[in-house]
């Protein structure tokens, strides 16, 4: 992984989900560390023409929350 890492979280199946510091994508990686893939989590923004910066991710109850700088969440299912 290229970026500096920003936040990290385990899903209830062992599963480690990575957030880089302003990237636009979460990776996944399985129990025994192999890349299992990423998801897009938001695109460019505009006028910045760079990824919403994000700080934290969370993960409670089969959904994952990413928290921005902007004060927004965004929620998404795990399943």
Avoid: H
């Amino acid at each position: 992984m290229p970026g500096e890492i920003c936040s990290l979280a385990i899903d209830s199946k062992g599963d480690l989900w990575v957030l880089e510091k302003d990237a636009p994508a979460v990776t996944v990686f399985d129990r025994n560390g192999e890349n299992k893939g990423f998801f897009v989590y938001n695109s460019y923004d505009e006028e910045w023409d760079r990824p919403v910066p994000c700080l934290q991710l969370f993960i409670c109850l089969d959904r994952i929350y990413i928290l921005d700088s902007w004060e927004g969440i965004f929620v998404y299912s795990l399943e």
